[in-house]
Nanobody, 120 residues
Framework: QVQLVESGGGLVQAGGSLRLSCAASGRTLSRYATGWFRQAPGKEREFVAHILWSSTSTDYAASVKGRFTVSRDNAKNTVYLQMNNLKPEDTAVYYC?????????????WGQGTQVTVSS
């Protein structure tokens, strides 16, 4: 079992930055793919970014490419999502999730989410 806890959300003005953290316990997160997803009010949850068990392999949704960066700190068993040049449409609850290589791309473990609000 992997337990995930997100933090770092908050209220920021458009153009600002936030860094979200996804801290894992129970398992070594570097052995999993870790994805970031978000869900805005009234909308479906959507993929934002992921970093695979090989930390050099990342992918991003088109809407965030060039503005968001996903990275991993193995010593802290934590994955980060650096969000720059935030826009009001980035407002959502952000979730991190982990996928075992044997299950990928199904994400079996989810955090509780952290709210990001971007004001215009």
């Amino acid at each position: 079992q992997v337990q995930l806890v997100e933090s770092g959300g908050g209220l920021v003005q458009a153009g600002g930055s936030l860094r979200l953290s996804c801290a894992a316990s129970g398992r070594t997160l570097s052995r999993y793919a870790t994805g970031w997803f978000r869900q805005a009010p009234g909308k479906e949850r959507e993929f934002v970014a992921h970093i695979l068990w090989s930390s050099t392999s990342t992918d991003y949704a088109a809407s965030v490419k060039g503005r968001f960066t996903v990275s991993r700190d193995n010593a802290k068993n934590t994955v980060y999502l650096q969000m720059n040049n935030l826009k009001p449409e980035d407002t959502a609850v952000y979730y991190c999730a982990a996928s075992h290589p044997g299950s990928y791309p199904r994400y079996d473990y989810w955090g509780q989410g952290t709210q990001v609000t971007v004001s215009s």
